[in-house]
């Protein structure tokens, strides 16, 4: 099974060099079993330039507003936590920004360039909500945050992590995850299921799968034009040290709105 969150040596928390030789020796599910408590991502830079890339665009063109009131963001398939640190530093390099000239360089994406817009003092943090099968210890060692274990068929069934309100998920994120689904008709109802409750979702891999076919509740997103394109248009996807962002929005969360 040609399944793999990314070929980088591990710099901790990985058992061998390659992360496509432990799924070749252990099997998916065994290895993240083996090492679900110590996990890192070795592509964090990116997942954290690409993460300060979205966000900037999203502030900008669409959810101001959304963003003074706790934007709701489901990071889904969390790993050790990457998008969710990346999220909140975000936040917190936007909120040093009203009270200083100049950002903060030591929670710096390594890309240059990606500093967070100004936001205002009122603004209040994201609430994001977790889950992860294997990962979940990791996730909590590392942010000091609660994460479910919840798996994509689960979610796909309606599950969700706990949340204080029934309110719409602005976003969810999958990151290094959402190619590991090898069956069409599994990733279908994941993302059917993930539309009718989340307006964006934004796909960080290390290539451009998996493929996500028109008619399963998503229209993919320019975030340099701002505006739909079609799905296989990869013009302007976000890319960052060999780190690839997709953005795509919700059809159903659309025909909800209007």
């Given at each position: 099974m040609s399944r793999f969150r990314g070929e980088r040596v591990s710099s901790s928390g990985n058992i061998s060099n390659s992360m496509r030789d432990n799924y070749g020796e252990y099997g998916v599910d065994e290895y993240y079993r083996r090492v679900g408590a110590t996990y890192k991502n070795p592509h964090f830079p990116g997942v954290k330039a690409c993460t300060f890339h979205w966000m900037n665009k999203w502030y900008e063109h669409e959810d101001?507003?959304?963003?003074?009131?706790?934007?709701?963001?489901?990071?889904?398939?969390?790993?050790?936590?990457?998008?969710?640190?990346?999220?909140?530093?975000?936040?917190?390099?936007?909120?040093?920004?009203?009270?200083?000239?100049?950002?903060?360089?030591?929670?710096?994406?390594?890309?240059?360039?990606?500093?967070?817009?100004?936001?205002?003092?009122?603004?209040?943090?994201?609430?994001?909500?977790?889950?992860?099968?294997?990962?979940?210890?990791?996730?909590?060692?590392?942010?000091?945050?609660?994460?479910?274990?919840?798996?994509?068929?689960?979610?796909?069934?309606?599950?969700?992590?706990?949340?204080?309100?029934?309110r719409t998920i602005d976003m969810v994120f999958c990151s290094f995850a959402l190619h590991l689904i090898e069956n069409p008709s599994e990733l279908f109802a994941l993302l059917w299921e993930l539309s009718t409750k989340c307006k964006w979702l934004i796909v960080i891999a290390p290539h451009k799968k998996p493929e996500i076919k028109e008619g399963w509740g998503w229209t993919k997103w320019d975030p340099v034009k701002w505006e739909p394109c079609q799905m296989l248009d990869q013009q302007n996807d976000i890319l960052h040290e060999r780190v690839h962002c997709r953005i795509f929005r919700s059809h159903n969360s659309q025909i909800q709105a209007s």
């Open positions: 101001a507003d959304t963003a003074l009131t706790s934007p709701l963001i489901f990071d889904m398939a969390c790993d050790s936590g990457e998008v969710t640190i990346s999220v909140l530093e975000w936040w917190h390099m936007g909120k040093l920004q009203s009270t200083s000239h100049k950002p903060p360089t030591h929670v710096q994406p390594r890309s240059k360039g990606i500093v967070p817009p100004r936001l205002p003092a009122d603004a209040q943090p994201p609430v994001v909500l977790a889950a992860d099968p294997y990962t979940s210890e990791a996730y909590r060692l590392r942010t000091s945050r609660s994460c479910s274990s919840l798996s994509f068929r689960e979610i796909a069934e309606g599950e969700v992590p706990a949340c204080d309100s029934n």
